[in-house]
């Protein structure tokens, strides 16, 4: 079963920040976050493995919350080149650990 | 020298006909995987393959069937194309399954 992302789409200006909400109905073991842009494949962010982690990446940074199954990715002083749509993806132990992307949240950052 | 890399690109093909996308992973990675992203964007998982075990999700139609030659290559073949299967295609390998995905550029498919 599939994360559930939010919103579905952010329209930003240089400078704003966002938050993009990842939640699942099932119990999970990791939660990862992929940005793509238009035309390319997507790259990796970063992983999470424990409830309560949080990391960071430039200004880009997440929080797992395993409690409640959700994870969230904060985007400060957004710039234009964080454009793109970013995915969660979840993995769950007895699910072979495959890892299912949620629908996306497609981001747009404007001068 | 390209982590993962796919063939073709881009592929335009008549309904009916069987079809092979190949991928190859220089990352010496255990896990590779297809995944298939449609018009709307979403990537759905499709198979998993670790050390000849394959994991399959099971809304997949049985006309796909991944081929492993090796560690470093997944193949994906399909028959009987339809219309529905029009989509990108992505590769991907991890070190392990379940860890950090390095993709593929993809292969865009049309089925005409």
């Known amino acids: 079963q599939q994360p559930v992302q939010s919103p579905q789409a952010v329209i930003l200006r240089e400078g704003e920040d966002a938050v993009i909400n990842c939640s699942s109905s099932k119990a999970l073991y990791s939660v990862h976050w992929y940005r793509q842009k238009h035309g390319e494949a997507p790259v990796f962010l970063m992983i999470?493995?424990?409830?309560?982690e949080q990391k960071g990446h430039e200004k880009i940074s997440a929080s797992f919350n395993e409690k409640k199954q959700q994870s969230s990715l904060y985007l400060t002083a957004s710039q234009l080149s964080y454009s793109g749509t970013y995915f969660c993806?979840?993995?769950?132990?007895?699910?072979?650990?495959?890892?299912?992307f949620g629908g996306g949240t497609r981001l747009m950052v404007k001068p | 020298d390209t982590a993962v890399s796919q063939t073709p690109k881009y592929l335009v093909t008549q309904m009916g006909n069987d079809k092979s996308i190949k991928c190859e992973q220089n990352l010496g990675h255990d896990t590779m995987y297809w995944y298939k992203q449609d018009s709307k964007k979403f990537l759905k998982i499709m198979f998993s393959?670790?050390?000849?075990?394959?994991?399959i999700n099971e809304t997949v139609p049985n006309r796909f069937s991944p081929k492993s030659p090796d560690k470093a290559h997944l193949n994906l073949h399909i028959n009987s194309l339809e219309l529905g299967d029009s989509a990108v295609y992505f590769c991907?390998?991890?070190?392990?399954?379940?860890?950090?995905?390095?993709f593929g550029e993809g292969s865009r498919l049309t089925v005409l």
């Open positions: 393959y670790n050390n000849k075990e394959l994991i």
């Open positions: 991907a390998s991890s070190q392990v399954t379940g860890g950090e995905l390095f």
């Open positions: 993806g979840t993995t769950r132990r007895n699910a072979g650990n495959m890892l299912t």
């Open positions: 999470l493995l424990k409830g309560g």
